[in-house]
């Protein structure tokens, strides 16, 4: 059986991707969703490391012999190669959720360059003054999450981050991708890697509801999820 392992932000939690989850498991398919803080941060190792050790730690108990669906959101984009490659299974394809796709050396700050060049200047200047982001409110999300506790909980699991996280540049593996990709947009946010996705052939699904639509409706987000697998013969 394939396992789908939903990752998601590291600026965020896995409570992003529980409803999605929690659906696909009602209808039989094998789930899981690591934690990427639970083992805490360490000064010493560079943050993409901690976070895709920590994603590979929680399918350490999946059989080695089935493979399994790597399926990003937002930020945990850039992380799907090195997640990959240290994972035991063998990968059935990979699935971008209003994410970045990854490019080899770049840093999160420079995929935010070509995704919103109007964001940098601010962001910059934010995380230079030795502040974190995101700094997300209530308010802040209201529109994108109208439930009230779903976006509580969201912003319970925020995960703010410095300077250091934005800029190390992340790796790509050579030879990425090894398996098939595919791309569901949530938002016009997004425009520019869901072009990159058509531009190399992947299927895209554009819904234009929401970054955080899986919190609205994630019975819309799960069908979506599955189309775009079965597209690409992930089962």
Known sequence: M???????????????????????????????????????????????????????????????????????????????????QQLPQSIAAYLFVDAGIPHAGLSRLDLLAAELPEAVPHLHKLLTSGQRWPQWTNEDLAGLIPDASRRQKLLTELTPQPLAFFVEPIPVFPGWPDAP???????????????????????????????????????????????????????
């Open 181 to 235: 990709c595919a791309y569901l947009q949530l938002s016009a946010s997004y425009d520019y890697s869901a072009a990159e996705a058509r531009q190399r052939g992947w299927p895209v699904i554009r819904l234009d509801e929401g970054h955080f639509h899986m919190l609205v409706d994630e019975t819309a987000v799960a069908n979506h999820i599955i189309q775009l697998l079965t597209q690409l013969a992930a089962f």
């Open 2 to 84: 394939t396992t789908i392992a939903f990752i998601h932000s590291p600026l965020l939690g896995p409570f992003t991707w529980s409803l999605v989850a929690d659906a696909l498991r009602q209808r039989g398919w094998a789930v899981v969703v690591p934690d990427l803080h639970c083992e805490g941060v360490e000064a010493e190792r560079p943050y993409h490391q901690q976070h895709a050790q920590n994603a590979v730690k929680a399918t350490q108990d999946l059989p080695t012999d089935e493979p399994v669906v790597l399926v990003a959101h937002s930020g945990a984009g850039p992380l799907l190669p090195a997640i990959g």
